[in-house]
C-alpha cells in the first residue's frame, strides 16, 4: 500500500500544482526584489521589474543564479530574511573557496524537513519504523535533513551520523532499526560488512533504505537490495535549495518525483541557456518559490538530467527528474564530496609541485577511490626514498585538508602525464555508474 | 676527495631503466656502480658513471629528474670481515649510514664501496686517522671533465 505524508499536496492535480507555482513564484520574485539587492540589481540589468513575471511562463525571463553568485555575494548577498529571523545555517561539503552556506528560517527548516518525510513514507515509513540516520550530522545537510522527516513521520529516530561501521551495524541489529538513510556507497559497505559477519538478509532487520548526495547505478541498487534484503530507494538535493528532498523516489523506482511545490524545475541547454523542451537532456535549474531566508531563482544545478511528466502507479502528481547523468562543469562528486580540479592544482602549486598531474577516480568495491597522479619535480626529488616519501606525505595531507577526503598519490615522471592538443587531460572517471 | 653520484627519479613501470641505459651507452658513458631503491610506486636510481657531468647533462635534456649527490668511495681488501671493519668503526663513532652499495669490479685489486652520510666530511677525516682513505675518483676511472 502506498503511503503518503501529505497525500494532498502529492497526489494533487496538475492544475493545482500549476495555481501553486503561479502564485507562490510571483509572490517569491516580489520577496527578492524587495528584499535582496543583488537579485533587484540582476533584474534591472535585465530591464526587468517584479510586474514582468506574471506566471511561471515568465520564469524564463529571469537571469540566471549560479555558483559564482553564491560566492560573490557570500556569506549574506542572498538573504532575505533579517538574521534575527533565520534560526540555522547549513554549508556544502566542504571544500574550500567553493563553500555555500544557506540560510535558514523556521518555516524553511519546516518545509524541508516535510520533504524528507515525503520521502521517508514514499520509501514506507510510518510511526511503527526505526530509522538510522548515518549521513553525517553538522554543515552537510544529510543527517539533519533526514533526521528532521524522520521526527516528523513519527519513526523512532537514531542518528548514528556517519563511520563507526560496528556501532552502526550493532545498533541496527540491537534496535531493529528498519530504514537506513545514508549514502549509497556506505550502504554498499555496510552491506558488505554485514556479509562478512555471516549475516543473511532474514537476520537484518532493514527493510528499506533511502540512499542519496552522489551517483550510484542500478547494479550497485541491485547489489545492496540483495544484501540487506531491502528495497533502496534514491532521494537527490542540494544545500542551495535546502537539502535533500528536493526530490525522491517512490515505489515505482523510475525517477525522483520533484517536490514541485516548493520547486520549480526547468532543463536547459547549458551552453545557451535556452529552456528545452520535456523530455530533453540538459543542465538542471531549480527556483525555490517557498524558501524565506535563502531563495534562489532560476539556480543553475550543474547536474545534467531528463525531467518526465508521466502518471505514476504510485499515484503522485509531481514531474519526475532521472538520476543526474553527469554534470556540465568540471566538478567531482567523490565520496559525496564536491570535488573541483583546480583545488587539488592549488595544493600541489602550495607544495612546490608543477602543477602537472591527472585525477583518477574509480569505484572499487563500490566505494569511490581517488588517486592523484603528480609529476616530480627537481624542488622535491631527493636522492634518500625517506626524503621523496615524507613530501609525498605532505602532500597527501594537504590534500586532505583541501578535500576533506583521502587521495591517493602516485609521484610519475615528468611529462610523462598525457596532453592532449596541449591540454593536459585532468580527470580519468573509470567508474561505471 | 668526494665522489659525484647522479641520482635519478624512476617511474615504477617498464623500460625506464633500458631507456637510461641506452641513453648512456649511445653516449659512450660507463657506469661504475649502480644501485636502486624503490617503493611500490617509484623508486631512485645512485650511480657512478665515468663522465659525470656528461650523463648528468644528457639525462637532463631527455627530460628526467636527477641530482647529484656527493658520496665517498672506501676500497677495502677482498676479503672476509673487510666490510664489517669499517662498519664497526662508524658505529662506535655514531655516524648513520643513510646507503651504500658497491661499484663494480675490483679497484686496483681491492673491493670498493660507495658510503652516502649526512655528513661526508666527518665520514672522509675517520677514515683518514683510521688508515683507510678514501678513493680519488681518478682510481674509479672518473674523468676530469670541461664544465
Known amino acids: 500500500m502506498e503511503r503518503y505524508y501529505q497525500k494532498d499536496i502529492e497526489c494533487a492535480s496538475r492544475e493545482q500544482i500549476r495555481a501553486w507555482q503561479d502564485e507562490r513564484l510571483v509572490r517569491q520574485v516580489r520577496n527578492v526584489w524587495d528584499n535582496v539587492p543583488y537579485y533587484r540589481k540582476k533584474m534591472e540589468e535585465k530591464g526587468l521589474t517584479p510586474d514582468d513575471v506574471r506566471n511561471v511562463d515568465d520564469l524564463s525571463k529571469l537571469p540566471f543564479v549560479t555558483k559564482d553568485d553564491l560566492r560573490q555575494a557570500y556569506p549574506y548577498g542572498l538573504l532575505a530574511r533579517p538574521l534575527k529571523d533565520c534560526v540555522r545555517i547549513q554549508s556544502t561539503s566542504g571544500t574550500t573557496g567553493k563553500r555555500v552556506v544557506a540560510f535558514y528560517t523556521q518555516h524553511d527548516i519546516d518545509l524541508w524537513e516535510d520533504c524528507c518525510a515525503r520521502a521517508i513514507m514514499a520509501a514506507g515509513g510510518t510511526n511503527e519504523d526505526v530509522c538510522q540516520v548515518s549521513y553525517g550530522y553538522g554543515l552537510f545537510t544529510g543527517g539533519p535533513g533526514l533526521n528532521g522527516g524522520s521526527h516528523k513521520v513519527g519513526c523512532l529516530t537514531i542518528p548514528t551520523s556517519s563511520g563507526n561501521t560496528e556501532r552502526q551495524i550493532m545498533f541496527i541489529r540491537d534496535l531493529n532499526a528498519t530504514i537506513l538513510c545514508c549514502t549509497p556507497s556506505y550502504a554498499a559497505y555496510l552491506a558488505e560488512s554485514m556479509k562478512e559477519m555471516g549475516l543473511t538478509p532474514d537476520q537484518i532487520p532493514l527493510k528499506a533504505g533511502i540512499f542519496g548526495a552522489e551517483a550510484w547505478s542500478q547494479e550497485m541498487r541491485r547489489d545492496i537490495e540483495k544484501t540487506l534484503g531491502i528495497k533502496a530507494y534514491d532521494i537527490y538535493g542540494l544545500t542551495e535549495l535546502s537539502g535533500p528532498g528536493v526530490s525522491y523516489e517512490c515505489s515505482a523506482q523510475t525517477g525522483m518525483h520533484i517536490n514541485e511545490d516548493h520547486f520549480i524545475a526547468e532543463i536547459i541547454d547549458p551552453n545557451t541557456g535556452e529552456v528545452l523542451p520535456e523530455g530533453s537532456k540538459g543542465e538542471l535549474v531549480f527556483t525555490s518559490i517557498t524558501k524565506e531566508a535563502f531563495p534562489l531563482l532560476r539556480y543553475r544545478t550543474r547536474d545534467i538530467c531528463v525531467l518526465h511528466h508521466e502518471d505514476c502507479p504510485c499515484g503522485r502528481t509531481h514531474i519526475k527528474m532521472s538520476k543526474p547523468m553527469g554534470r556540465s562543469d568540471d566538478m567531482l562528486i567523490i565520496k559525496g564530496v564536491n570535488v573541483f580540479p583546480s583545488q587539488i592544482e592549488t595544493v600541489l602549486m602550495g607544495q612546490s609541485f608543477a602543477p602537472n598531474y591527472q585525477i583518477i577516480v574509480d569505484r572499487v568495491n563500490n566505494t569511490d577511490t581517488m588517486e592523484v597522479l603528480v609529476e616530480m619535480t627537481p624542488e622535491m626529488f631527493s636522492d634518500q626514498l625517506s626524503q621523496v616519501a615524507e613530501k609525498e606525505k605532505q602532500v597527501v595531507a594537504a590534500l586532505k585538508a583541501m578535500l576533506g577526503i583521502y587521495a591517493k598519490v602516485r609521484l610519475v615522471a615528468p611529462k610523462s602525464i598525457q596532453r592532449s592538443e596541449g591540454k593536459a587531460v585532468r580527470v580519468i572517471d573509470k567508474r561505471k555508474i | ?147
Open chain 2, 1 to 147: 676527495m668526494t665522489i659525484q653520484q647522479i641520482s635519478v627519479f624512476l617511474e615504477n613501470r617498464a623500460g625506464q631503466l633500458a631507456e637510461i641505459t641506452a641513453i648512456l651507452s649511445e653516449h659512450q658513458v660507463n657506469m661504475r656502480a649502480i644501485h636502486i631503491a624503490e617503493t611500490s610506486d617509484y623508486g631512485v636510481l645512485r650511480m657512478i658513471v665515468d663522465r659525470p657531468q656528461r650523463a648528468a647533462s644528457l639525462l637532463l635534456e631527455h627530460g628526467f629528474v636527477l641530482s647529484m649527490t656527493p658520496v665517498l668511495a672506501v676500497t677495502v681488501p677482498d676479503e672476509p670481515g673487510a666490510l664489517g671493519k669499517i662498519l664497526t668503526l662508524l658505529a662506535r663513532e655514531n655516524i648513520d649510514v643513510e646507503y651504500v652499495y658497491s661499484v663494480f669490479g675490483q679497484v686496483q685489486d681491492r673491493a670498493c664501496m660507495i658510503f652516502r652520510v649526512a655528513d661526508i666530511d666527518r665520514l672522509a677525516a675517520l677514515l683518514q686517522d683510521n688508515g683507510m682513505p678514501p678513493a680519488h675518483h681518478q682510481e674509479l676511472g672518473i674523468q676530469d671533465e670541461q664544465k
